[in-house]
């Protein structure tokens, strides 16, 4: 099996994956210029979520809105909220923030319009927060990759260039975060998904996953740089790859048998972060076949140098 | 390095017993033999998140400035201030953290009702010093006094005896918007004491109240509950006096800083409030646990069809690993939220993951011909550098997303990082070295040539 020689083809077939979702960002971005590419749930834009389930028969979203142009006013306004239904006999209500007054009186209203009603769920957080969440996460993100770069520099530092294995990994992590910004983007298009805290989560586990496989191939490298001095770089790198194969798929297919599970059976608090997760820790598992190892052939071929064309193997 | 299985051997079944124990119980109770008093006595409950059993958590924020620096030491003492207040609501298991330097994260486990206590939170605490008239009143007692009412009435306690003593509304002479400053002291008898200074306007009405109140009794309550009533014994004209009761060091200066400030040594608002009914948390239980334990099984499914005799022991070895675990988040105790269970579960994912490494490795040398107890001390020195760094990383990405969850108080982005960060500990040893013994232990008792599709070859 040679990976390695159809290592165009791998890049190939992820740009593929990423530029669709590039595409979203964008088209989430001219949709809603102020809100950017992905669209933010509360936890970083700010805002109110009330989750209401009602004991009798639902009412019409528009009456409930009725009730919050009521309520609103010039100090806090929560005009116009969004209204979901939410299984058989609830909604979700998404308005601008609001404090707890405002809330029970909404609740008191819409209890007198619908029968008594349970509040399943209620969360406000104030916009000045959510900015800063949303500049935390960045900056979380980045550490994270920073960390993980300045770690594998010193964990290959028994090897030539082990800089590069850092970059390498960087690269194939910057892989998976654009393939599920990108899938978020695509869902928050045409199903409203809205990028929570628990989507932040999400993606830095993936990060953290696609690392840790990333360095179980770049390990079997470095073991095998040691065994075989005479090999060239990109026979080894291959041979790499296919020992490891059995691994990185059995591990894969592990967890995502308990990833499966939770989709499944976990309920919908998680679904939408399990379903972020699933995509991630596959695309992982892919970068750090397909893009990681091969990267470090490029790499050391320098191939950008000459449009990326693959040395003569006579070389 | 690896030596002695029967020591491993006797260790592990040792923590596996003492695991069950912690597991299958609510409490640990182990009597002393020489005293009354129990050796142990501990609640090893599992603690549930507030997205689990339902409750109010709010996200509060000194109301100040971006720019201006907020003092470690205000933050600290609001925080015990707010817990004092939230303690009084008879709200159980109230959690107040500082997070960050600038926020307070509040837990009210089971409150439904949001309103009542963010109201209550809001309320400063009120400082009085009440006219009692001749009734001395024991510590802690609530009464009710004019200030604040809405229609203030002014029921003389020397009157007839009331029908009811609660009903009694008492005169308020002062209250702490008088005082100037105030310090913990102690008096002859080594007591702590709080020495107050009032200002000019409340060294006046002091002055004239006690010159025509000596003798009677003068009460000192906060937020209506009496801290101390002592009996007026002379005037108090140079707008100095001292409180005392029985305070402890800690007890005075909590004091002293609620009364320096009136309330809190800053303002505080709300920047976040969230709701979580209790059936949408019981049912979220059910379902993870649910889809643990199936997800769980499936594994172990697949890793004993997989590896067979090896894969088999490291399905127990992840048995062992679950009820390692457990013990953990009762013992320390780790709060359980959703995404916290949901860690814990992808954990199992990377425990199966070093297992995975070491069995790969293990066939790769039995496949050129190794013996068994060579390969198998092969397979897990040539693994171990790849576990090491792999796991490390993702060690790596907890801490940092552990360090983001406690400054912006996202409990949920915190709870998901000290599963998983625990789970991948507890994988290391059991993958390591319960695996390891189990196999050896295995092998004493088979011979390998005889049974290669025991190994999956």
Known sequence: ?315 | MYRNKTLWLSIIAALVIFALWVDLSKTLYVPSPFSDKPLVNRNVEVKLGLDLRGGLQTLLEADVPADRVVKAEDMTNAKNILENRANGLGVSEVVMQVAGDRRIVAEFPGATNSDEVVASLKKTASLEFVDMGNTPVPEGTIIQTDFGASEPTSVSPDSETPPDANAIVYHTVMTGADLDSATVGQDNSGQYVINFTLTQKGSTIFGDYTSKNVGKYLAITLDKQVISAPVINQPILGGQGSISGSFTLESANALAVQLRSGALPIPIKIVESRTVGPTLGEESVRKSVQAGVLGLIVVILFMTLYYRMPGALAALALIVYSLLSLMLFKLIPVVLTLPGIAGFILSIGMAVDANVLIFERLKEELRAGKNLRQSIDIAWSRAWPSIRDSNSSTLITCLILFIFGNTFGASMVKGFSVTLALGVLVSLFTAILVTRTFLHTALDNLKFSEHPSWFGL
């Open chain 1, 1 to 315: 099996m040679n990976i390695i020689k159809n290592r165009y083809i791998f890049f190939l077939i992820s740009l593929i994956v990423i530029i669709p979702g590039l595409v979203f960002l964008g088209l989430n971005w001219k949709q809603d210029p102020v809100e950017g590419p992905i669209r933010l749930g509360i936890d970083f834009r700010g805002g109110s979520l009330l989750e209401i389930e009602f004991n009798g028969a639902r009412p019409n979203a528009s009456e409930v809105t009725a009730i919050y142009n009521e309520v609103s006013t010039e100090a806090e306004s929560v005009k116009d909220p969004i209204i979901q239904p939410l299984g058989d006999n609830a909604y979700a209500i998404r308005s601008r923030a609001m404090n707890d007054e405002t809330k029970s009186v909404i609740i008191s209203k819409v209890e007198a319009l619908a029968g008594p009603v349970t509040v399943l769920n209620f969360t406000s957080v104030s916009a000045s927060v959510g900015a800063e969440v949303t500049r935390a996460a960045g900056v979380a993100i980045f550490m994270a990759a920073a960390a993980i770069l300045l770690y594998i520099w010193w964990a290959f530092r028994g090897v030539e260039h082990p800089m590069r294995y850092g970059a390498a990994a960087v690269l194939a992590m910057l892989h998976d975060v654009l393939v599920v910004l990108g899938v978020e983007a695509m869902f928050g298009y045409f199903l409203g998904w809205e990028a929570d805290a628990l989507f932040l989560t999400a993606m830095l586990t993936i990060i953290g996953f696609s690392v840790h496989d990333t360095i179980v191939v770049f390990d079997r490298v470095r073991e095998n740089s040691r065994v075989y001095r005479r090999l060239d770089y990109e026979t080894l790198v291959n041979h790499s790859i296919v020992q490891t194969l059995d691994r990185s798929l059995v591990t894969q297919l592990t967890v995502i048998f308990t990833l499966v599970a939770l989709v499944l059976f976990g309920g919908d608090t998680i679904r939408h972060f399990v379903i972020i997760l699933l995509i991630g820790i596959f695309s992982g598992t892919y970068s750090s076949i397909f893009n990681a190892a091969p990267f470090l052939v490029v790499w050391e071929n320098r191939e950008w140098e000459n449009w990326f064309k693959r040395k003569k193997a006579a070389a």
